[in-house]
């Protein structure tokens, strides 16, 4: 595997600020692009494309919960079906994720902490006691009796490696060329986001990350 440089990942990214950001990540993203088979320019300008935007630029590996009961109401409309429930929990990133979290993805009940205890983490956050216990066991990472090392950059970086290379997005990634390029980027973005949220932008980190690694359009 070719490894990236600090320069090349700092010209991946937009922010004026991230000179510091890319000199403490270039490690982590080699590591785990090593680990998850993340190997050759194609593959490897997907994934920071993707990373880029799921991250906020390498900012964010912990998922924000905190929310007004107004927006609590227009994202979760079943869950909160008026003012007076959304107020228990707005402003209480704990309290919300057990709930919202609670009896899916292999957590408990809302009483367990599950919810919070296995909420979104990692540069392509892991949600959920199952993701968490399946990466772990396939990554040797204690990261079900230990969660918090997704904030790590190690875990944080590999986590997303692991989920990457279980959705089969190599595969997806190595057809990235062609008149099919597109439809097979919009593919990767809809298996990691579940939708195309963020496309356009999506597309631009992944031209800007072909451009820097040598990788072809």
């Known amino acids: ?27 982590a993203l080699n590591d785990c692009m090593r680990a998850g088979a993340i190997a050759g320019a194609a593959r490897q300008a997907a994934f920071l494309a993707q990373v880029m935007v799921e991250s906020s630029e390498l900012r964010r590996v912990d998922e924000a919960l905190s929310y007004t009961a107004e927006r609590l ?34 957590n408990g009940d809302e009483a367990s902490g599950d919810g919070w205890r296995f909420h979104g983490r990692g540069l392509i956050q892991l949600t959920g006691r199952d993701n968490y216990a399946a990466f772990a066991r396939a990554m040797q990472v204690d ?20 989920f990457w290379q279980s959705k089969g997005l190599n595969e997806l990634a190595d057809q990235l060329d062609g008149a099919q390029a597109d439809q097979r980027f919009e593919q990767i973005t809809r298996r990691i986001n579940g939708g195309t949220l963020g496309l356009d932008v999506r597309r631009a980190y992944w031209l800007r990350a072909r451009n820097a690694l040598g990788a072809g359009a």
Not at 89 to 102: E, I
Request: hydrophobic fraction near 45%; charged fraction near 20%.
């Open 1 to 27: 595997m070719n490894e990236i440089t600090q320069q090349q990942l700092r010209s991946i990214m937009i922010a004026p600020d991230a000179d510091t950001r890319a000199g403490h990540w270039v490690a």
């Open 73 to 106: 109401r227009q994202v979760w409309p079943p869950r909160f079906p008026s003012d007076e429930v959304a107020e228990r929990y707005a402003r209480n990133p704990r309290a919300l994720a057990n709930y919202v979290y609670a009896g899916r993805m292999g």
């Open 143 to 162: 990261a079900v009796a230990n969660p918090d090392l997704l904030l790590e950059p190690a875990g944080a970086a590999l986590s997303a490696a692991w």
